[in-house]
């Protein structure tokens, strides 16, 4: 059964940082590559960052130069490093593979606010 956890969210000002985790089970995890993807209120889902298993990463313009994706196949889990937030940052943040193919976690609530 496969699960995906998504943790390190919180409250935090405008031009702060914060770093997320997703940890999986369930899954090859070393042989998958691996996206973080949001929703904010009212939006639909969209995707923001994907790791491949060599490494390679790619980011959605709107964050690109903030966030770093980056992940620990020891530890089977992928991070989301996010700096310089806005207040358009928040929204709920989850992990999955890149074609979304897993059960959706509970996601981790970001909240950028002064």
């Known amino acids: 059964q496969v699960q995906l956890v998504e943790s390190g969210g919180g409250l935090v000002q405008p031009g702060g940082s914060l770093r997320l985790s997703c940890a999986a089970s369930?899954?090859?995890?070393?042989?998958?590559?691996m996206g973080w993807y949001r929703q904010a209120p009212g939006k639909e889902r969209e995707w923001v960052a994907r790791i491949t298993t060599l490494h390679n990463t790619n980011y959605a313009d709107s964050v690109k130069g903030r966030f770093t994706i980056s992940r620990d196949n020891a530890k089977n889990t992928v991070y989301l490093q996010i700096d310089s937030l806005k207040p358009e940052d928040t929204a709920v943040y989850y992990c999955?593979?890149?074609?979304?193919?897993?059960?959706w976690g509970r996601g981790t609530q970001v909240t950028v606010s002064s």
């Open positions: 369930g899954i090859s995890f070393s042989l998958t590559a």
């Open positions: 999955n593979g890149l074609r979304a193919q897993y059960d």
